[in-house]
């Protein structure tokens, strides 16, 4: 039950309906004035524009006192909590328990429209619930790894808990399923259209060759079919617009792709980038993270903005996950060079001063943080079980003391 959901970094997805052709054929353009080339884009505009204040939702995990849950020696028999805490209120507390069908695991639970689901694996089927109520459940166990709500009906995809290939479904009822494969993206919704990407092995001549699709509102499409695609790295769709990142043979540096237009990834002295992922929120600004590869030094992550470099981390630093709101991008990240491995966060224009804090927590995964509206909210989680969980809330370090931790934030 503790298998996580990964969603491979290293070759992403990406799609377009027309691909430019070979490499020979694009121009890879440089433009100054990126707004003017994001801002025409059809029935686009950011999707983001609340239509009234938003609210903090934090789901957790409470351990009675003095178990160490670090250890968790009794996983699967320890009696435990996972709640949803809205704005600093617990709305919803579930007992974790097999026969009421609620795990601990972070990944088995999440908040939607401020509302707490849960998934379960029982021996032959996966069990979902809403605020411990049970909505469905259906054959086969799975590791949910992308999840909507729209008009009370339920999207998920799921990978098999052993073996490959995924599923898409809506309220349990198979609308996609591959036995082979795997996912690329989770599941998104942009202008009211739901879509996810994955990758399909192919066997040819030369090996395995990747082939790319992306799917919208249940039809899939190929992407990045071009003969100089050697791989992609990243997929977006906004506005109704494909965004992706791909290397193409014979280049150091990446390129992107925005519907016909081509564009840059500058690698300067570097001998080739890596792993560029698209950061876009419907404003003037694209930002585009990765590493740069060196023989001697070997990567170093690194960020685009406008696909001009930003800058370049020190060699020892990881960027965990960035967060892009607007035009402001923030990330977190932790610096491997020092004992214990210490976080630090960029808050759009500035470094965050915890005063030490940073050195008693770790940071569980990309659904610990949400930025959005102007505000930045991260979920730390303690480095030890003697240590109380913490909110990151605009700046503002809080610690609520219970036995446990955080496991996810978000606004509705």
């Not at 694009?26 to 003017?36: F, K, Q, T």
């Not at 992550?301 to 696909?307: A, E, T």
Request: glycine share 12%; charged share 25%.
């Amino acid at each position: 039950m503790k298998k996580s959901c990964v969603l491979t970094c290293v070759i992403g997805v990406a799609g377009i309906l027309v691909q430019a052709a070979g490499c020979g054929t694009v121009e890879l353009e440089r433009p100054a004035d990126i707004p003017g080339h994001v801002q025409d884009t059809a029935g686009g505009g950011s999707t983001h524009l609340p239509e009234r204040p938003k609210e903090l939702y934090v789901t957790g995990v409470e351990y009675p006192e003095g178990y160490d849950w670090k250890a968790d020696s009794d996983y699967g028999y320890v009696a435990c909590t996972v709640f949803l805490m809205k704005d600093g209120e617990r709305i919803v507390e579930l007992d974790v328990d097999d026969r009421d069908m609620v795990a601990s695991d972070a990944d088995m639970h999440r908040c939607f429209g401020g509302h707490l689901y849960t998934d379960y694996s029982t021996e032959s089927e996966t069990v979902i619930k809403k605020d411990g109520d049970e909505m469905f459940r259906y054959p086969d166990r799975e590791l949910i790894c992308g999840f909507q709500v729209i008009d009370d009906d339920v999207y998920t995809l799921g990978m098999p808990r052993t073996g490959d290939g995924w599923t898409y479904r809506r309220n349990g009822k198979l609308m996609m399923v591959k036995t082979a494969g795997y996912l690329m993206t989770g599941l998104e919704v942009d202008n009211g259209e739901l879509w996810f990407a994955y990758v399909d092995p192919v066997a040819t001549s030369d090996g395995v060759r990747n082939r790319y699709y992306i799917v919208r509102d249940g039809n899939a499409s190929p992407v990045g079919t071009g003969e100089d695609v050697e791989c992609v790295d990243d997929i977006l769709l906004h506005g109704g617009t494909v965004y992706y990142t791909a290397r193409l043979a014979g280049m150091p540096g990446h390129v992107m792709y925005r519907g016909d237009s081509v564009y840059s990834v500058d690698a300067g002295s570097a001998r080739e980038t890596s792993d560029c992922r698209i950061h876009y929120d419907g404003g003037s600004v694209i930002y585009i993270s990765g590493k740069k590869c060196f023989d001697i030094i070997g990567a170093m992550c690194s960020l685009w903005k406008n696909f001009r470099l930003d800058f370049n981390y020190q060699s020892g630093t990881e960027v965990q996950e960035y967060y892009v709101d607007g035009d402001e991008i923030s990330y977190i990240m932790l610096d491997t060079g020092q004992d214990p491995e210490r976080l630090s966060i960029f808050d759009r224009t500035s470094f965050l001063d915890l005063g030490g804090a940073e050195e008693d927590y770790i940071f569980l995964g990309p659904s610990c943080g949400y930025s959005g509206e102007g505000h930045l909210y991260f979920a730390l989680h303690p480095r030890s079980a003697d240590i109380f969980p913490a909110l990151l809330v605009d700046g503002q370090l809080e610690t609520y003391g219970f036995n446990g931790y955080f496991t996810s934030v978000s606004a509705w």
